[in-house]
């Protein structure tokens, strides 16, 4: 498990280097042709590779989840992908000059579908846990975004090159854009509060990265309300900077889930191994609501333990029912994950040292 956990975190240190190698060879090349925007081909390039280096973690760490947890993640990594593609335009464009391919406004299509696919991502994520709001509407998002556009197309805005009906339709997209990753990050927030604490520091980072990305979209519709071209913040695409933390924090979720589930959720130890281990399992659930009735049968037992700590026969028995309830949970109702007898018992060995007593309470009693 810690081989794992190291080749892992070795790997997102050179997807990191990657990124930052990528970005540089771009703006070497961008240079050595000349082109107008070298700066922005190197961020570019930067924040895509990041993004793929999310996508994969996140599909790599797909094995031993349900079908639809894997869905989630597909539609999430599909967004993501084409998110990164939208922004691969800009130095593509740039270098050979396509420039009738962004006028023409087919550029635009990538962010369009990029930013649902990942709110639908996310809502799929959320209906897994039963999360209900009138934002988990894509009906009602949508028209949330253009009556936000609508009202940023009426804030006045300076002069520009680009013609007015295509700069409408950039600032249409980039309020689009925003509001989308806004409510996949409120559907997040949400799951958060529920989610079983295994499961948190992952999505607490998939969370940050949506935060940081729509604030990345407002900032980029301040700057093409408020500088134009000649600029040289607006010229540098210093906007793009923010999609690069954005990106970051996808990967650093990547890396996350993948090493999630050989990190111990013992924060702390009760004093007896059979209450560690039965609170452990209770730790593997997704949906925290879920088992925190059952659970709360341990609390019990550990408000009632005497000065001397020890536990009573009776309190032996009602933990190994306990276990038993949670391991009927984690085989046959837990939302995200596939989990066998076998595989539960292997996980508490790696981190435990079972007696024979709690091997015979809890593996072999039932």
């Known amino acids: 498990m810690q081989d794992h956990m190291g080749r892992?975190?070795?790997?997102?240190?050179?997807?990191?280097?990657?990124?930052?190698?990528g970005g540089a060879l771009a703006y070497y090349v961008a240079a050595r042709r000349h082109v107008a925007f070298p700066v922005t081909s190197a961020f570019t390039i930067t924040a895509v590779i990041l993004d793929i280096g999310a996508i994969w973690l996140f599909l790599r760490g797909l094995k031993g989840f349900r079908t639809e947890m894997r869905r989630a993640y597909v539609l999430l990594s599909i967004g993501i992908a084409l998110f990164g593609l939208a922004q691969a335009q800009i130095p593509v464009v740039d270098w050979f000059d396509w420039w009738i391919w962004v006028n023409s406004g087919l550029g635009l299509i990538p962010y369009l579908l990029a930013v649902v696919l990942l709110f639908l991502g996310v809502r799929s994520f959320g209906k897994l846990f039963a999360i209900k709001g009138w934002w988990m509407s894509v009906w009602r998002v949508s028209l949330v975004a253009l009556a936000v556009a609508a009202l940023a197309l009426l804030l006045p805005h300076v002069h520009t090159q680009t013609s007015t009906a295509l700069f409408d339709i950039y600032i249409v997209l980039s309020v689009w854009d925003t509001t989308f990753v806004v409510f996949s990050a409120v559907i997040l927030w949400h799951i958060i509060k529920r989610i079983g604490r295994v499961y948190v520091p992952p999505m607490k980072m998939l969370y940050a990265g949506l935060v940081v990305t729509a604030v990345a979209g407002a900032h980029y519709t301040v700057v093409a309300l408020t500088l134009t071209d000649g600029n040289w913040y607006f010229d540098e695409s210093i906007v793009v900077i923010p999609f690069i933390a954005g990106a970051f924090l996808w990967l650093w979720s990547g890396y996350l889930f993948n090493t999630m589930h050989v990190s111990s959720s013992q924060d702390?130890?009760?004093?007896?191994?059979?209450?560690?281990?039965?609170?452990?399992?209770?730790?593997?659930?997704?949906?925290?609501?879920?088992?925190?009735?059952?659970?709360?049968k341990v609390r019990a037992i550990t408000a009632g333990l005497g000065a001397s700590g020890q536990l009573s026969e009776k309190d032996k028995i009602a933990l190994a029912h306990v276990y038993k309830d949670l391991e009927t949970y984690l085989t046959t109702k837990e939302p995200l994950r596939l989990y066998t007898k076998e595989q539960l018992q292997q996980t508490l060995r790696h981190e435990f040292v079972i007696t024979k007593e709690i091997e015979g309470l809890l593996f072999k009693a039932h």
Do not use: K, N
């Not at 892992?8 to 190698?21: D, E, G, N, Q, T």
């Not at 007896?272 to 059952?294: C, F, K, R």
């Open 268 to 296: 702390q130890h009760s004093g007896s191994q059979l209450i560690d281990v039965v609170v452990y399992m209770g730790g593997l659930a997704s949906d925290a609501a879920a088992v925190d009735p059952t659970l709360d």
């Open 8 to 21: 892992i975190a070795a790997i997102r240190w050179l997807l990191v280097a990657a990124s930052i190698a």
